[in-house]
């Protein structure tokens, strides 16, 4: 004799199936103001580059016209210096003789600046790359302000490749895409809950606040 079926209206209801975070809600979590690292200001990354770039800019400037080109124009700071002696008589007279051409740079003047241009870009693209990935994802200017990029992928210090990508990008902003670059990168800001910029988001990278870590941490 065959049992009687159940009645449908009887059946325990079933139990609801809990929604799976994505990855991007999981780094959301993780990176927000009261989150486990919570991301740099715009302000603080602000001042940390300003410091990064007169450090370089220092620092590749001895390193161009005391020892590179020195090498290669040996004559080059001589014209350098008389161009802009000239550039400056030329706006001093425009006044009085409004119809004199802008005064050009020597051939030799313009290879060595374009020269010291491509140094000039290759010592920051070092800088910031090395600090990326040998350094915990930090520089002078960013240890300074205490905040330090991580990696979105391991929660860590960027991995060797993702600093030099994340130091090439920032420094191509800078030099090759300047303002447009420098514009898009900082928008990205307003489509993100991490406060990633353009290159943090191509090179899959963070900027945290170690500060409000450590503040966090002493609660």
Known sequence: MSSPEPNPEERPP????SATPSAGSLLDSVFRKDGPMPPASVRLRGFAFLLDFILISAVASVIIWKIALPQSHPAAFTELTEWSQTVITWYGERTTAPEA???EPSKNLTRALSVANEL???CFWLYFALGEAFFGGSSLGKRICRIRSVSTVTLGAPPIMAGIV???LKTLTLYLFFPFGMIATLGALFFNKRRQMGHDMMS???????KCINIQSTK
Not at 14 to 17: C, I, L
Request: charged share 30%; net charge neutral.
């Open 204 to 210: 899959r990278t963070a900027v945290i606040d170690e």
């Open 101 to 103: 051409a802008f005064p």
């Open 166 to 168: 994340r130091g090439g």
């Open 14 to 17: 079933e139990a609801p199936k």
């Open 120 to 122: 000039q870009m290759l």
